[in-house]
Structure formats: structure tokens, C-alpha cells
């Protein structure tokens, strides 16, 4: 059974830094993509990031680019995220998810408020 | 950069039918994927490339894509499929999800 389950997510200080991660099992993770999604409260789905089975592509959405970094290990079947100056509107939700173009399995996401 | 519009809402009775449209600039030329979602919970994809159906999704869901617009039907509706509904493409390097609609069953 596959399972994707997140961890890291709390309350944060604007301006600070958190790092999420997702441990991954029932499936060869090191064969797959993997994204970032995150829902703010009573929002939509937002995509994140996207990183290669092998990490050699990565994207990131506008809206985070240059504040965070998607990374995996294969050897541990995990997937972060870093997450550096955060801001209020980066409170949500954040969903490890897998797949590329679509996503077949999610978790069920950690939590990232960002308030004083 | 490309957007997908989604009503925010769809209502139907049920048994009938609903349809739940994803507009975007040419969007037939891309694969469109659907997801639904129900309160606290993580999304569930229900539809792939247009009109696939992952194992475990009844065949009441279908999907169609086509000029500017994707849709998802949903037939013989019931009370459990109330959730918001959400279509998502690959564009450009970035996925992009619509708005979300909310699908309720009266």
C-alpha cells in the first residue's frame, strides 16, 4: 500500500524557516516524481514544486520561488521541502504528493501557520 | 500564464446528472486531470488524461475535453459525491489547478 506521510509543519514566525518532510513507502520512490501542494485555509489546491525521480529537474512555483528548496533522498524514500522567510500567505496545508502531469497519491498533509 | 476557470458551484439532485466544466485557452490541446475532494480530507483523482478512470473510481465519472473546455460528468449522482472538485493541467514547467468547484446534492 502506498503511503506518503508529512511531517515538519507548525507555527512560525514571519520572516522564519521550517522544513517539511515526507516519508514514503509501498511503492520505489526512487522511481517516481514527486510535488509540493499546498490549501490554505478554506482555499484551493496550489501547486508548490516538482522534483525528478533523480532530482536533475525542479520547478517551483512563482509564488515560492527563491525562498524554497525541494530536495529528496532516495536512500531514505524522502521527499522536503525548505522552506526559508516565510510569509502569511504561505499558511496551509502542504500535501506530498506523487506523480508527473497528474498526481495518483497524496498524503494527508501537515500544517504551516505563519503569524506572530 | 494560463488560467483554469471552474463555476464555484454546482447543485443537482439526486440520481441526475453533473456536469462540472474547466475552462482554458485552447485547453483540448493538453491533458486534463480531476481530482475531488470532501471536508478534511486529502484530494482523490477520479479522472486522468482527460477521460481515464484510476482503478476504484465507479464509472459514473467520466470526463471529455475538447476546444475550450474540459468536463467532468458525473452520472446517476449520490449523496456521497458531494465534495469540491478540482481540474488540474501541466503547463509550462508549473502544474495549475482551477478554483475548485463545489458540487452539492440536494
Known amino acids: 500500500e502506498v503511503q506518503l506521510v508529512e511531517s515538519g509543519g507548525g507555527l512560525v514566525q514571519p520572516g522564519g524557516s521550517l522544513r517539511l518532510s515526507c516519508a514514503a513507502s509501498?511503492?520505489?520512490?526512487?522511481?517516481?516524481?514527486m510535488n509540493w501542494v499546498r490549501q490554505a485555509p478554506g482555499k484551493g489546491l496550489e501547486w508548490v514544486s516538482y522534483?525528478?525521480?533523480?532530482?536533475?529537474?525542479?520547478y517551483y512555483a512563482d509564488s515560492v520561488k527563491g525562498r524554497f528548496t525541494i530536495s529528496r533522498d532516495n536512500a531514505k524514500n524522502s521527499l522536503y521541502l525548505q522552506m526559508n522567510s516565510l510569509r502569511a500567505e504561505d499558511t496551509a496545508v502542504y500535501y506530498c504528493a506523487r506523480g508527473t502531469g497528474y498526481v495518483d497519491y497524496w498524503g494527508q498533509g501537515t500544517l504551516v501557520t505563519v503569524s506572530s | 500564464s494560463y488560467v483554469l476557470t471552474q463555476p464555484p458551484s454546482v447543485s443537482v439532485a439526486p440520481g441526475k446528472t453533473a456536469r462540472i466544466t474547466c475552462g482554458g485557452n485552447n485547453i483540448g490541446s493538453k491533458s486534463v486531470h480531476w481530482y475531488q475532494q470532501k471536508p478534511g480530507q486529502a484530494p482523490v483523482l477520479v479522472i486522468y488524461?482527460?477521460?481515464d478512470r484510476p482503478s476504484g473510481i465507479p464509472e459514473r465519472f467520466s470526463g471529455s475535453n475538447s476546444g475550450n473546455t474540459a468536463t467532468l460528468t458525473i452520472s446517476r449522482v449520490e449523496a456521497g459525491d458531494e465534495a469540491d472538485y478540482y481540474c488540474q493541467v501541466w503547463d509550462s514547467s508549473s502544474d495549475l489547478f482551477g478554483g475548485g468547484t463545489k458540487l452539492t446534492v440536494l
Open positions: 509501498g511503492f520505489t520512490f526512487s522511481s517516481y516524481s
Open positions: 522534483i525528478s525521480s533523480s532530482s536533475s529537474t525542479i
Open positions: 488524461y482527460d477521460s
